[in-house]
């Protein structure tokens, strides 16, 4: 299985500052990275997919990058709505698997 | 738009069964692969399994194996997860997820909303 490592775990962060997450790969998953953020409560909601195109309705302050094994998810200008558990997926086999988990929290 | 309804979620006893549904509307639910994946409470996600379009091909994480069955039927725009010989660490909100594509999935695309099993005596 193709094991996700997520880092750091969390973060605290004010309003307008530039958050990165980075993830990586157990083995090379060419570009079938996806980000999705999940608020308390609530499903997961897709950001990012194939490492860097932007889901529809979704902020042009997020942004994603990354090749090979190494990926990253970048919030240009953090705002309150972005206060939230943020996960990285690969699908490049099966089993899927999702990364432990950044959860963003307010400084 | 696009909604998930997950349903069938509640209390069950260790070593019981019990069958979690996903009503779809607003697409062609015909035409998207499906998912299942599973939360624990206060854990992260876990890909549980996957069904193609037409349900000819379906994979499992290796803890779904022999106990969790994912079905379709597209007569009633209607995803299943069978879960047989449950165990207290099943327990979790079970969520469907719509793929982008139908024969070879991609990504989760949209979420439902989630059912919540827990597993206990």
């Known amino acids: 299985d193709i094991q996700m490592t997520q880092s750091p775990a969390s973060l605290s962060a004010s309003v307008g500052d530039r958050v990165t997450i980075t993830c990586r790969a157990s083995?090379?998953?060419?570009?079938?990275l996806n980000w999705y953020q999940q608020k308390p409560g609530k499903a997961p909601k897709l950001l990012i997919y194939?490492?860097?195109s932007l889901q529809g309705g979704v902020p042009s302050r997020f942004s994603g990058g990354g090749s090979g094994t190494d990926f990253t998810l970048t919030i240009s200008s953090l705002q309150p709505e972005d206060f939230a558990t943020y996960y990285c997926?690969?699908?490049?086999?099966?089993?899927?698997?999702f990364g432990q988990g950044t959860k963003v929290e307010i400084k | 738009q696009v909604q998930l309804v997950e349903s069938g979620g509640g209390v069950v006893q260790p070593g019981r069964s019990l069958r979690v549904s996903c009503a779809a509307s607003?697409?062609?639910?015909?035409?998207?692969?499906m998912h299942w994946v599973r939360q624990a409470p206060g854990k992260g996600l876990e890909w549980v399994a996957v069904?193609?379009?037409?349900?000819?091909?379906?994979n499992y994480a290796d803890s779904a194996k022999g106990r969790l069955t994912i079905s379709r039927d597209n007569s009633k725009d209607t995803l299943y997860l069978q879960m047989d010989s449950l165990r207290t660490e099943d327990t979790a909100v079970y969520y469907c997820?719509?793929?982008?594509?139908?024969?070879?999935?991609?990504?989760?695309?949209?979420w439902g909303q989630g059912t919540l099993v827990t597993v206990s005596s």
């Open positions: 997820a719509r793929d982008l594509a139908a024969t070879y999935p991609e990504y989760f695309q949209h």
């Open positions: 607003g697409f062609t639910f015909s035409n998207f692969a």
């Open positions: 069904i193609s379009s037409d349900g000819s091909r379906k």
């Open positions: 083995q090379t998953i060419n570009n079938y």
């Open positions: 194939a490492t860097s």
């Open positions: 997926h690969q699908s490049y086999s099966f089993p899927w698997t």
